[in-house]
């Protein structure tokens, strides 16, 4: 099943929070697969990825996929999604959207390019276009989210993702629909929300198994973590990186909320801490909000495979 993320508040947390923390629903249940949200394989990403840092940690695989561990759910509505020829041009785009570095200057994967790609996906579903062709962009293999907000304050709308690495250009088309239509958190997208909505693709890299659940950087690492619960039903639970940080959390307050948000409901002790299999990872985000998108279709004359004319921008102002 797909893995949703943490639309989380700000929420200060002392010590152990006695419930919940921040964000509104519990995880999901079963060995391995996460089928809640806020918590339960799920979590809001960073801004890029960084080298893995020193220590003992055991690599899980090259792409830092989970092994599996959480699969994704079909596309939403019984919507065909066949890809046709032609792509995308990543050229045009404003600097602040343009592909940065990585660190040690290594080429950052995640473009804006596929922002705009799951703009078009989402735009092309609501109005019963056919589906954007192939874009350009690399189909390489990676664990994925995607992330909706809308508004001024940017408030979460959606957001659903895989541990499993999926080719990026089918992982892309399916989970912009599945976090826009189906986070049971929120109801399905409507075309009068598009003008106000922002798109984050977050790719997954770098996962580490660490012996030691402290052993991870705040606003560095998203972690995930597999424990068991009072019944001894195996549980996941993860946040993307920069959600600690967002929160204000340290390392035990970002713990004992994941541990919440997976269904536990025992007191917790530093002893059932140190029985959680922890493993960290990190993530590359880019963000685009729609007027940044309607600009740059306008500015490329249609000639990224939509196939469709968009409406002019003041349509939806």
């Given at each position: 099943?797909?893995?949703g993320?943490?639309?989380v508040?700000k929420?200060?947390?002392?010590g152990?929070?006695?419930s919940g923390?921040?964000?509104?629903?519990?995880?999901?249940?079963?060995?391995?697969t996460g089928?809640?949200?806020?918590?339960?394989?799920?979590?809001?990403?960073?801004?890029?990825t960084?080298?893995?840092?020193?220590?003992?940690?055991?690599?899980?695989?090259?792409?830092g996929g989970?092994?599996?561990?959480v699969?994704g759910v079909?596309?939403?509505?019984?919507?065909?999604?066949?890809?046709a020829p032609?792509?995308?041009?990543?050229?045009?785009?404003?600097?602040?959207?343009?592909?940065?570095s990585g660190s040690?200057?290594?080429?950052?994967?995640?473009s804006?390019?596929?922002?705009?790609?799951?703009?078009?996906?989402?735009y092309?579903?609501?109005?019963g276009y056919q589906?954007p062709?192939?874009p350009r962009?690399t189909?390489?293999?990676?664990?994925?989210?995607v992330?909706?907000?809308?508004?001024?304050?940017k408030r979460l709308?959606?957001c659903?993702?895989?541990?499993?690495a999926?080719?990026?250009?089918s992982?892309?088309r399916?989970?912009?629909?599945?976090?826009a239509l189906?986070?049971?958190r929120?109801?399905?997208?409507?075309?009068?929300?598009?003008?106000?909505?922002?798109?984050?693709?977050?790719?997954?890299?770098n996962?580490e198994?660490?012996?030691?659940?402290l052993?991870?950087?705040?606003?560095?690492?998203?972690?995930?973590i597999?424990f068991?619960?009072?019944?001894?039903s195996?549980r996941t639970?993860t946040?993307?990186p920069?959600?600690?940080?967002?929160?204000?959390?340290?390392?035990?307050?970002?713990?004992?909320?994941?541990?919440?948000?997976?269904?536990?409901?025992?007191?917790i002790?530093?002893?059932?801490?140190?029985?959680i299999?922890l493993?960290?990872?990190?993530s590359?985000?880019?963000?685009?909000?729609y007027?940044?998108?309607i600009?740059?279709?306008?500015?490329h004359h249609?000639?990224n495979g939509?196939?469709?004319?968009?409406p002019?921008y003041n349509?939806?102002?």
């Open positions: 099943m797909a893995a993320c943490c639309g508040k929420q200060k947390l002392s152990s929070p006695a923390g921040p964000g509104g629903v519990g995880a999901g249940s079963g060995a391995l089928t809640g949200h806020c918590g339960s394989d799920s979590g809001i990403g960073s801004s890029v960084v080298a893995a840092a020193a220590g003992s940690v055991s690599r899980v695989n090259g792409l989970a092994g599996g561990s699969s079909g596309s939403s509505g019984g919507t065909t999604l066949a890809p032609t792509g995308y041009s990543s050229s045009g785009l404003s600097p602040s959207l343009s592909p940065g040690g200057g290594r080429k950052m994967v995640v804006a390019e596929m922002c705009c790609f799951c703009f078009d996906v989402l092309c579903h609501l109005y589906p062709r192939t962009f189909n390489d293999p990676y664990p994925l989210f992330t909706w907000k809308i508004g001024r304050d709308r959606g659903i993702g895989t541990f499993s999926m080719n990026l250009h992982g892309l399916e989970y912009t629909l599945t976090s189906k986070d049971s929120f109801p399905p997208m409507t075309r009068d929300e598009l003008p106000r909505l922002f798109c984050s693709v977050s790719l997954l890299t996962f198994d660490v012996g030691d659940y052993d991870w950087e705040v606003g560095v690492h998203g972690i995930r597999e068991f619960n009072e019944k001894g195996k639970a946040y993307l920069e959600v600690a940080k967002e929160q204000g959390w340290d390392h035990i307050q970002t713990i004992d909320s994941l541990l919440r948000k997976g269904g536990y409901k025992a007191p002790t530093n002893d059932f801490r140190k029985t299999k493993t960290r990872y990190r590359e985000k880019m963000t685009m909000a007027a940044e998108y600009a740059h279709r306008q500015h249609y000639q939509i196939g469709h004319p968009l002019p349509h939806y102002s």
